[in-house]
């Protein structure tokens, strides 16, 4: 078992990968009484063309597969659905797809032992009819539409659109109604047999657990599976240009809501954990600096009454994908963008004020830190850093590589105007 220690934290990590080829982490927290657990696959919305292990031809799934099989993996032949058996147990279970991942979890004070008797049983043990299949594309058709009459899930996909031409991020994480017509038991079998094999997956579990103890508990629960071929997963060439810089859509809204994006086109592949992490840092940094609440563009956007709150600042990368994105509200989202661009300009031409970045960069690593205290944050932090070939200690152990000059150099190679698209929701009166 191998344990990485980080002193900043003051957190044990500790990591095994089973003969299976399943990796389990546990991160042990004494005396806490809540527990976590994820189970996760690297089986997101944009897997939808690969070649199965042991195969030759490539195959090519409806879009939408990855979260409907998601739904599909509670129902048990004996008619029951293990969502209302964990519920029954007292522990507050969920599941969740992204667009790299699948994602089954639950979290407890008592009755650990049984719930993860039940997850395991029913992450293993998939069923699927034509009957029960047929049920699910109503109910997924609901969630569908209803996603559909949010505007804050609509100037979202938009933004991508505008950034990316073929990659499979422009495509609805729970795919169209007409791509999930076109799922059958054999579509969901097939995609289960190929990305749910353990050497595909994760565990995470966060708890006052003994790490020794919980290993042997979690072999005892796993079903005896062959080993596994390669996957190989087949994406789309992306341009490194955008596709459009704005686009506007009418719906009901009380003020026009916006999405500013910027493509980031540098190969996330190639780079190593170090130089991801390092960048994402850096970038965190220059978006508070440029428009977050101690920016002085934040005050002057809040006083001219061009921006109600604070935007929400976010980094949004994976292997195949990396942009910006700044989310907000205002009676005039193209003047935010306008004032944005100058800004940027501004930082590019200009020294860093080396008193503001070192407060936002301190804020950030406290940040980092108080994402230790939460068994939720820590499980989930893992799982998604994870997928991306990172271990989530290295955000802690890289924050000191970030000087103003490396900031400097991200902020001239990310954050150029012919890479900025804005999306807008504005009120359909």
Same mark, same amino acid.
């Given at each position: 078992?191998?344990?990485?220690?980080?002193?900043?934290?003051?957190?044990?990590?500790?990591?095994?990968?089973?003969?299976?080829?399943?990796?389990?982490?546990?991160?042990?927290?004494?005396?806490?009484?809540?527990?976590?657990?994820?189970?996760?696959?690297?089986?997101?919305?944009?897997?939808?063309?690969?070649?199965?292990? =042991?195969?030759?031809?490539?195959?090519?799934?409806?879009?939408?597969?990855?979260?409907?099989?998601?739904?599909?993996?509670?129902?048990?032949?004996?008619?029951?659905?293990?969502?209302?058996?964990?519920?029954?147990?007292?522990?507050?279970?969920?599941?969740?797809?992204?667009?790299?991942?699948?994602?089954?979890?639950?979290?407890?004070?008592?009755?650990?032992? &049984?719930?993860?008797?039940?997850?395991? *049983?029913?992450?293993?043990?998939?069923?699927?009819?034509? +009957?029960?299949?047929?049920?699910?594309?109503?109910?997924?058709?609901?969630?569908?539409?209803?996603?559909? *009459?949010? &505007?804050?899930?609509?100037?979202?996909?938009?933004?991508?659109?505008?950034?990316?031409?073929?990659?499979?991020?422009?495509?609805?994480?729970?795919?169209?109604?007409?791509?999930?017509?076109?799922?059958?038991?054999?579509?969901?079998?097939?995609?289960?047999?190929?990305?749910?094999?353990?050497?595909?997956?994760?565990?995470?579990?966060?708890?006052?657990?003994?790490?020794?103890?919980?290993?042997?508990?979690?072999?005892?629960?796993?079903?005896?599976?062959?080993?596994?071929?390669?996957?190989?997963?087949?994406?789309?060439?992306? &341009?490194?240009?955008?596709?459009?810089?704005?686009?506007?859509?009418?719906?009901?809204?009380?003020?026009?809501?916006?999405?500013?994006?910027?493509?980031?086109?540098?190969?996330?592949?190639?780079?190593?954990?170090?130089?991801?992490?390092?960048?994402?840092?850096?970038?965190?940094?220059?978006?508070?600096?440029?428009?977050?609440?101690?920016?002085?563009?934040?005050?002057?956007?809040?006083?001219?009454?061009?921006?109600?709150?604070?935007?929400?600042?976010?980094?949004?990368?994976?292997?195949?994908?990396?942009?910006?994105?700044?989310?907000?509200?205002?009676?005039?989202?193209?003047?935010?963008?306008?004032?944005?661009?100058?800004?940027?300009? =501004?930082?590019?031409?200009?020294?860093?004020?080396?008193?503001?970045?070192?407060?936002?960069?301190?804020?950030?690593?406290?940040?980092?830190?108080?994402?230790?205290?939460?068994?939720?944050?820590?499980?989930?932090?893992?799982?998604?850093?994870?997928?991306?070939?990172?271990?989530?200690?290295?955000?802690? +152990?890289?924050?000191?590589?970030?000087? &103003?000059?490396?900031?400097?150099?991200?902020?001239?190679?990310?954050?150029?105007?012919?890479?900025?698209?804005?999306?807008?929701?504005?009120?359909?009166?």
């Amino acid at each position: 078992m191998q344990i990485i220690e980080n002193s900043k934290v003051k957190e044990k990590l500790y990591i095994e990968k089973l003969e299976n080829g399943l990796t389990v982490m546990i991160m042990p927290k004494a005396n806490i009484q809540k527990k976590y657990m994820i189970w996760a696959t690297n089986f997101g919305s944009i897997d939808n063309k690969f070649i199965a292990p =042991n195969e030759k031809e490539e195959t090519n799934i409806p879009d939408g597969v990855a979260h409907f099989l998601e739904h599909k993996m509670f129902e048990q032949e004996n008619g029951t659905n293990s969502l209302d058996t964990l519920t029954a147990l007292g522990v507050n279970a969920n599941a969740y797809t992204s667009t790299d991942q699948t994602c089954y979890l639950f979290e407890c004070t008592d009755n650990f032992y &049984p719930a993860m008797d039940e997850l395991m *049983d029913y992450v293993q043990n998939p069923y699927f009819t034509d +009957e029960n299949v047929e049920k699910e594309k109503g109910i997924i058709g609901q969630e569908i539409k209803m996603y559909d *009459d949010y &505007p804050s899930w609509s100037v979202y996909m938009n933004a991508i659109k505008c950034m990316y031409k073929n990659n499979p991020i422009t495509i609805d994480i729970a795919g169209s109604i007409e791509s999930i017509s076109k799922i059958d038991k054999e579509v969901l079998y097939k995609c289960y047999n190929t990305f749910y094999h353990p050497s595909n997956m994760v565990m995470m579990i966060c708890g006052d657990f003994e790490p020794e103890t919980l290993i042997k508990e979690i072999k005892k629960r796993l079903k005896r599976t062959e080993k596994h071929g390669e996957i190989k997963r087949i994406y789309p060439e992306e &341009p490194k240009e955008i596709v459009q810089k704005e686009i506007t859509k009418q719906m009901e809204v009380s003020m026009p809501i916006f999405v500013i994006g910027i493509k980031d086109d540098s190969n996330n592949i190639t780079c190593s954990s170090n130089t991801i992490t390092k960048k994402h840092i850096a970038i965190e940094i220059l978006l508070n600096m440029l428009i977050g609440k101690s920016s002085k563009l934040y005050k002057s956007l809040y006083e001219e009454e061009l921006i109600t709150g604070e935007p929400y600042l976010e980094y949004e990368f994976s292997k195949q994908y990396a942009h910006v994105a700044i989310t907000g509200q205002s009676k005039n989202p193209k003047k935010v963008l306008e004032k944005l661009q100058k800004e940027i300009e =501004n930082m590019k031409n200009n020294e860093l004020n080396i008193q503001h970045f070192q407060r936002i960069k301190n804020m950030i690593y406290g940040n980092y830190v108080k994402e230790y205290d939460d068994v939720q944050e820590i499980c989930r932090m893992f799982v998604a850093d994870y997928m991306k070939n990172i271990n989530s200690f290295e955000y802690i +152990e890289n924050y000191e590589q970030v000087t &103003p000059e490396y900031a400097k150099q991200v902020l001239e190679e990310i954050f150029n105007e012919e890479k900025t698209v804005i999306s807008i929701i504005e009120n359909n009166n």
